[in-house]
């Protein structure tokens, strides 16, 4: 099971509704807090018996700047997550084992595109059967790929598949 090989199935199929996205958000708020920690401490704290709390704030602050640098970064360079646009969501990813045994239900629920009734077939322990489900935290978007372990790999059992959860 190919992760990134799944999202980029994912991308095309889904006719731009599903993009990737990453949240820059944190990475900013990480700088600022850090570049300003040494400024409100240089002026809320003044006089020489403060002078050991400011280099302590100023180290904590280049250091929470320098962490959020990397992280900007690292969110920069990445290739991002799955987005639904149109929800305004990251989608997340999870992996529900099935039985061998349950081959012909997995398959004809992904095969009929419903959610509900491939989340209402009992789950098990051994990922004999496995489902990649990419979804939205309500479960009103979900896109799927089922994966059977044989001769010691994951082998696709159907494309990349939007499910509807009506």
């Avoid at 600022?32 to 401490?41: E, M, W």
């Avoid at 290739?79 to 004809?108: M, T």
């Avoid at 629920?109 to 990419?134: F, N, T």
Wanted: with cysteine; net charge positive; proline share 4%.
């Amino acid at each position: 099971m190919n992760k990134i090989k799944f999202y980029e199935a994912l991308y095309a199929s889904c006719d731009n509704i599903v993009a990737r996205r990453k949240s820059l958000v944190m990475p900013f708020v990480m700088i600022l807090i850090g570049v300003a920690l040494p400024l409100i401490s240089m002026f809320a704290l003044k006089g020489s018996q403060y002078d050991d709390i400011n280099s302590s704030v100023v180290l904590v602050g280049l250091a929470i700047a320098i962490i959020g640098g990397i992280w900007l970064l690292g969110r920069i360079t990445s290739k991002g997550e799955p987005y639904h646009k149109a929800k305004g969501a990251f989608l997340s990813s999870k992996i529900l084992a099935f039985d061998r045994s349950r081959r012909s239900e997995v398959i004809s629920a992904i095969g009929s595109k419903d959610y509900k009734a491939l989340l209402a077939i009992p789950v098990c322990e051994v990922s004999a059967l496995s489902v990649m489900v990419v979804s939205l935290p309500d479960n009103s978007f979900a896109a799927v790929q089922a994966f059977e372990y044989a001769e010691l790999e994951y082998r696709e059992l159907c494309p990349v598949t939007v499910l509807s959860n009506n």
